[in-house]
C-alpha cells in the first residue's frame, strides 16, 4: 500500500510528460545546448571553446555518442529521467517528515510544475542539480543514518553536484551548517570530497590547458553581474542583451586575461555596494517571478526551441508559466507564516543553489533549488493544526499578504530575458 502514492505519481508525471511534449512538438536545441551535445563528439569534450566546464555534462555526452546514433534524444530521455527519479526521492523525503499524504501532495505538485515539465526535456544541467539537492534531502532527513555516514554520503553528493556546475561548490559548506554543530572529523567527510575534485580538476586543467581552474563559467557570471551593477538605474536590464554584451568581450579573451577581467569586475562590484546589493534582490525578486527564460527563449513568438507548437496551446502554456511560480511562491511564504516551523535541515542545502544563482540568475536555475522549496512548503503545510490556523479569520492578513505577493510577482516583473517585441 505503501508503494502506491509512488506508483500512482509516476504514472500521472509519465501522462503529463507526454501529453504535454507531445503538443509542444520537438524540441530544437537552443544556446549552450548545442555545446552540451556536440562537445561529444570530439577527441577531448573537456577541451574549452568558449569556456572551460566542469565535466559531468561533457562526460554524459560523450557517452551518449558513444552508445547511441541518436545522442541527442538520449540526453534529453536522461534529464527526463532525472527529473523523474528526483520527484521520488522527495517523496520519500516528505513521507519520513510528514506521511504518506506528504509524500503524494509534493509528487502532484512537482510534476505540474509547468517549468519543470518543460526544463525536464532540455539539457541544461539544472535538473541534474535538483537530482542532487533532492538526494541531499534524502539523506538529511533519513532516520536512524549514523551520523558520520550521513556526513560522507552528503559530502559525495556535494561533490557529484559540483562536477555538475561550479556553482555547487556552495553546496557542502551550506549543508554543514545545516547539520551543525558538528566534530572536526565530520566537518572533514562533508567538505572534503569537493575539495579533492576541485583540487584535481585545477591540476588536470592546468596541465592540459593551462587554466588553473576546474571551471571558468563563474568568472563570466561575475562579469555578467558587475556589467549589470555599472549600468544606470533607469536602465532595464534585458538578461540575453547582457550575456552577448560579456561574451564579446570574453571571446577573444585567453587565459589569464579572463582572470583579469574577473578582478576588475570584483573592485567595481565592491566599489558599488549599493547598486550590488539592490541588483542582487531584483536577481531574487526575479527567480520567485514568471518564467521569462521559458517564456522567452523557448516559446514562440520570441523563443525558438518549439517552432511546431500550436499558436492556442501556446497561449495557454504562457498564461502558466506567468502565474505558475507567482502563486507556489505566495502559497509557500503563507504556509510558513501560518505554522512558523523551525528552520528545517534541508534549508541550508537549498539556499545553496538558490545564493549562487544570485550572481548572475535565469529563471531555468531555480529548477535546481525547487526540490528543497516543494519540501518546506509541504512540511510546512502537513504540521499538525495547520488547516485549522489557515482557515480561522486571524489568518486573513497573512492571506492577503500572500495574494499581494503574488499579484506584485506577476505584475512587476525584472530582468526579462529579451526586450519585449513591440
Known sequence: MILLPYLFVTIVLVLVQFSVHRAMGPAVSIGDEGDYISCGKQADPYLPEIFLRVPLMAWMSKQAHRYSSNPERV?????????????????????FLGGVNAALLIGLLLVVMPGRIILSSHLWPDIWLGLWLSLACLILVYPDLPSNLRTLLIGSVAALAFITRFDALLLAPFAGFGLAPLPFLEWVFILLPTLFVFTFLSIRNARRYRIPWPDTTWMFNVMIA??????????????E????????????????????????????????????????????????????????????????????????????LKIVLIVAFPVFTSMTVLALLVVAPSLPVFLWPTLAFATASLIHNRTRYRQAWL?????????????????????????????LAAIALAIALVCFRTRPEIRENP
Open 226 to 239: 558587475a556589467g549589470e551593477t555599472g549600468k544606470n538605474k533607469a536602465h532595464k536590464v534585458h538578461v
Open 241 to 316: 542583451e547582457e550575456v552577448q554584451k560579456v561574451l564579446t568581450v570574453w571571446q577573444p579573451l585567453e587565459y589569464p586575461d579572463h582572470l583579469s577581467a574577473v578582478i576588475a569586475s570584483l573592485r567595481n562590484l565592491f566599489a558599488r555596494p549599493v547598486r550590488a546589493i539592490s541588483g542582487v534582490l531584483v536577481r531574487l525578486w526575479a527567480s520567485l517571478g514568471p518564467d521569462s527564460f521559458v517564456l522567452q527563449r523557448l516559446l514562440p513568438p520570441d523563443g525558438l526551441a518549439y517552432p511546431g507548437i500550436s499558436e492556442k496551446f501556446n497561449s495557454v
Open 75 to 95: 540526453l534529453r530521455l536522461a534529464s527526463g529521467t532525472a527529473s523523474m527519479v528526483s520527484i521520488l526521492l522527495c517523496m520519500l523525503s516528505a513521507q
Open 371 to 399: 526540490p528543497g522549496a516543494a519540501l518546506m512548503f509541504i512540511t510546512a503545510i502537513s504540521e499538525p493544526g495547520f488547516w485549522p490556523v489557515l482557515l480561522s479569520t486571524g489568518s486573513m492578513t497573512k492571506w
